[in-house]
């Protein structure tokens, strides 16, 4: 992009302001100003002027049937026998999501690469990669993997997995793709300068995941493949089971393009999005969205009514994404603390919100892949996710986990 289109395109969208520096910068700044303002996603346009309801008032809510442990129990051999099949015919592929930033764990770079060993060195990306070798040695054959990255963190996660060998894998059965990037925008609109040559942009959610991958050219990969079925799994679970043979027979044997791993709610106000029906659609309502009546609501077994919690684990129906790949999934519009350029030519983080961020969650798939099997895991064992340093859903407690489970640290 040259600076006359630049600055056509950016006046027409009102957001000039990219360019206040660009006399300033030396040859380099310049350029890469213009190549970061080139791969803005203008899609955050649509999403301030025509916000989702995202409140649930005009949802037509209601409980979704699952499938529970002792179901599971009862019938785990015979689906165990069919997501073997599965796999060993080529037709499941694992996906990762890590193009996240991880700011909860506050640490530099991938999340993966951070170490929770405690006499020995244990990365996030390693452990996972050991419970989908117990899958691999079980089936003998491999799971290729396709792992989703940022341009926050794609050098740095790929150079990780090359020095580690692949941890265990074929470099050939590893690909890497690249998600989009969403600018920040101020309560006015206008897109925040990070520095002079920099706007401020960061990873779009993971909801566009599918379509990132097909937009790598992945998908031809995947066909040749044979694959049918993907299993997308987040960074930091580290109890996280890859194409486990008895969830994806299950969910084949139940006929849904979907399926999603969940934590039983034993107390109402657990802070996690549940799976539930929104009139003849699957979706999911977070925690605050529930009235007191929806979280108290029990059925006959005394069971909560609301109950299935999303870990973020979910097999897809891969006919059924390419179907769908172009429908528009919603933006959430999110306050945050940018880091910007200050009056002083200083990049800072603010001590209050400073503007908003824009994000499309995988988890809003759900509803336009049409019917989902939610099934049950057992919470100690599959459950130990990662999102910060101390406290409630921290590398302690995640350590506490692996120990119940039997893993060395
Ligand atoms: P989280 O919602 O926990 O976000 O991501 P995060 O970025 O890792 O952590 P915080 O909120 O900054 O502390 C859940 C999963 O989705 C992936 C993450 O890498 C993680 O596996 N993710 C998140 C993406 O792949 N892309 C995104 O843009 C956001």
Same mark, same amino acid.
């Given at each position: 992009?040259?600076?006359?289109?630049a600055?056509?395109?950016?006046?027409?969208? &009102?957001? @000039?302001?990219?360019?206040?520096?660009?006399d300033?910068?030396?040859?380099?700044?310049?350029? &890469? %100003?213009?190549?970061a #303002?080139?791969?803005?996603?203008?899609?955050?346009?649509?999403?301030?002027? /025509?916000?989702?309801?995202?409140?649930?008032?005009?949802?037509? #809510?209601r409980?979704?049937?699952?499938?529970?442990?002792?179901? $599971?129990?009862?019938?785990h051999?015979?689906?165990?026998a069919?997501?073997?099949?599965?796999?060993?015919?080529?037709?499941?592929?694992a996906?990762?999501?890590?193009?996240?930033?991880?700011?909860? !764990?506050?640490?530099?770079?991938?999340?993966?690469?951070?170490?929770?060993?405690?006499?020995?060195p244990?990365?996030i990306?390693?452990?996972?990669?050991?419970?989908?070798?117990?899958?691999?040695?079980?089936?003998?054959?491999?799971?290729?993997?396709?792992?989703?990255?940022?341009?926050?963190?794609?050098?740095?996660?790929? +150079?990780?997995?090359?020095?580690?060998?692949?941890?265990?894998?074929?470099e050939?059965?590893?690909?890497?793709?690249?998600?989009?990037?969403?600018?920040?925008?101020?309560?006015?609109?206008?897109?925040?300068?990070?520095?002079?040559?920099?706007?401020?942009?960061?990873?779009?959610?993971?909801?566009?995941?599918?379509?990132?991958?097909?937009?790598? &050219?992945?998908?031809?990969?995947?066909?040749?493949?044979?694959?049918?079925?993907l299993? $997308?799994?987040?960074?930091?679970?580290?109890?996280?089971?890859?194409?486990?043979?008895?969830?994806?027979?299950?969910?084949?044997?139940?006929?849904?393009?979907?399926?999603?791993?969940?934590?039983?709610?034993?107390e109402?106000?657990?802070?996690?999005?549940v799976?539930?029906?929104?009139?003849?659609?699957?979706?999911? $309502?977070?925690?605050?969205?529930l009235?007191?009546?929806?979280?108290?609501?029990?059925?006959?077994n005394?069971?909560?009514?609301? @109950?299935?919690?999303? #870990?973020?684990?979910y097999?897809?129906?891969? +006919?059924k994404?390419?179907? #769908?790949?172009?429908?528009?999934?919603?933006?959430?519009?999110?306050?945050?603390?940018?880091?910007c350029l200050c009056?002083?030519?200083e990049?800072?983080?603010?001590?209050?919100?400073?503007?908003?961020?824009?994000?499309?969650?995988?988890?809003?798939?759900?509803?336009?892949?049409?019917s989902?099997?939610?099934?049950?895991?057992?919470?100690?064992?599959?459950?130990?996710?990662?999102k /910060?340093?101390?406290? $409630?859903?921290?590398?302690?407690?995640?350590?506490? %986990?692996l120990?119940?489970?039997?893993v060395? !640290?």
């Amino acid at each position: 992009m040259t600076y006359q289109q630049a600055k056509e395109l950016l006046e027409k969208k &009102g957001q @000039s302001q990219l360019l206040k520096y660009y006399d300033e910068l030396d040859d380099n700044g310049k350029a &890469g %100003l213009l190549a970061a #303002i080139e791969k803005i996603s203008w899609d955050f346009e649509d999403a301030l002027k /025509n916000p989702v309801d995202l409140s649930g008032k005009n949802r037509e #809510i209601r409980p979704i049937a699952g499938l529970r442990q002792s179901e $599971i129990q009862r019938r785990h051999d015979e689906f165990e026998a069919i997501g073997v099949e599965a796999i060993k015919s080529g037709k499941v592929a694992a996906v990762l999501l890590a193009g996240g930033m991880g700011t909860r !764990l506050g640490v530099d770079g991938p999340k993966g690469a951070y170490d929770i060993g405690i006499t020995k060195p244990l990365y996030i990306f390693e452990q996972q990669m050991k419970n989908l070798l117990d899958v691999v040695n079980q089936c003998g054959v491999k799971v290729p993997l396709y792992i989703m990255t940022s341009d926050k963190n794609h050098e740095q996660t790929t +150079s990780f997995w090359k020095e580690h060998g692949y941890f265990g894998y074929e470099e050939s059965d590893v690909k890497f793709f690249k998600q989009e990037m969403a600018p920040a925008v101020d309560f006015d609109g206008k897109i925040i300068l990070e520095r002079k040559d920099l706007p401020a942009l960061s990873p779009n959610g993971n909801g566009g995941w599918f379509a990132s991958l097909q937009k790598a &050219g992945l998908c031809e990969d995947l066909h040749a493949r044979g694959v049918e079925w993907l299993n $997308i799994y987040a960074v930091d679970n580290v109890l996280q089971r890859i194409a486990d043979p008895v969830f994806l027979g299950a969910t084949i044997e139940s006929g849904a393009n979907c399926g999603a791993k969940a934590i039983f709610k034993t107390e109402p106000y657990e802070k996690v999005g549940v799976l539930c029906m929104d009139g003849d659609q699957p979706d999911i $309502i977070e925690y605050y969205e529930l009235t007191d009546e929806m979280a108290n609501q029990r059925d006959e077994n005394g069971d909560l009514e609301y @109950s299935y919690g999303v #870990i973020m684990n979910y097999l897809f129906r891969l +006919s059924k994404l390419e179907e #769908i790949v172009d429908k528009k999934i919603p933006v959430h519009i999110v306050e945050k603390k940018i880091e910007c350029l200050c009056e002083d030519g200083e990049t800072r983080k603010p001590e209050k919100e400073n503007g908003k961020k824009f994000e499309a969650l995988a988890v809003d798939l759900i509803k336009l892949m049409g019917s989902v099997l939610p099934y049950e895991v057992v919470r100690e064992k599959e459950f130990a996710p990662i999102k /910060n340093k101390t406290g $409630i859903d921290s590398v302690e407690s995640a350590r506490e %986990l692996l120990k119940m489970n039997g893993v060395e !640290l």
